[in-house]
């Protein structure tokens, strides 16, 4: 069965300091998508990104990196240069092909930035 | 303008009582999910629609019961609320449901109190 493990429940940075939440998954399938979402204090939910299994590249997004390792199962998160309004829960989730696009989440991780 | 909306944003609520989550969304999409965050924040499927269909049911007790009178709408009645039901409830929508893994976009949350 899938899973998701995001290991910090809690990270807390100063202002301008790079971040990274890590993300290790579990799966059967060759197959698969993994998924970034962010959960602000405000509560929803919003999407940040999406990788299938067969892209290793890694991603950068203005200040956000994604980087995709499939001989460890990982895919981590980096914030370069953290600011306050980066403060949510983090989420990481694993679609696999088979399993009707359910989204399996990890347990989050709550970051926090500090003036 | 809202994508994923969802009503009440807050319900609280006797224990015993039957009360309704509503979900409509206005991209288009075909596919639609309630899950349910709890108050460790984590995040499980509960019920997964495509075209109306039922396409997941992940061991969630018969007091809940989804229904889609229309894929835009995708409904949650809980019936005989109990304390453990208090969390918050995600409404999501994805364009198909199998094969590429679709990207869930996900509704502001309802917050279920039950006293």
């Known amino acids: 069965a899938q899973k998701v493990t995001q290991a910090q429940t809690e990270i807390s940075v100063v202002e301008k300091e790079d971040v990274t939440l890590d993300c290790v998954y579990e799966?059967?399938?060759?197959?698969?998508?993994l998924f970034w979402y962010k959960q602000p204090p405000s509560g929803e939910l919003v999407f940040l990104i999406r990788r299938n299994s067969f892209d290793e590249q890694n991603e950068i997004s203005g200040r956000y990196s994604w980087n995709f390792q499939k001989s460890t199962s990982s895919f981590n998160f980096t914030i370069t240069a953290s600011q306050v309004v980066d403060s949510a829960v983090y989420f990481c989730?694993?679609?696999?092909?088979?399993?009707?696009?359910?989204?399996?989440f990890g347990g989050g991780t709550r970051l926090m930035v500090k003036p | 303008d809202t994508a994923v909306s969802q009503t009440p944003k807050y319900l609280v609520t006797q224990m015993g009582n039957d009360k309704s989550i509503k979900c409509e969304q206005n991209?288009?999409?075909?596919?639609m999910y309630w899950y349910k965050q709890d108050s460790k924040k984590f995040l499980k499927i509960m019920f997964s629609y495509n075209n109306k269909e039922l396409i997941i049911n992940e061991t969630v007790p018969n007091r809940f019961s989804p229904k889609s009178p229309d894929k835009a709408h995708l409904n949650l009645h809980i019936n005989s609320l109990e304390l453990g039901d208090s969390a918050v409830y995600f409404c999501?929508?994805?364009?198909?449901?199998?094969?590429?893994?679709?990207?869930?976009?996900f509704g502001p949350g309802t917050r279920l109190l039950v006293l």
């Open positions: 991209l288009g999409h075909d596919t």
């Open positions: 999501a929508s994805s364009q198909g449901v199998t094969g590429e893994g679709k990207t869930q976009y």
């Open positions: 989730a694993l679609s696999e092909v088979y399993a009707g696009n359910m989204l399996t």
């Open positions: 799966t059967r399938d060759t197959t698969y998508y």
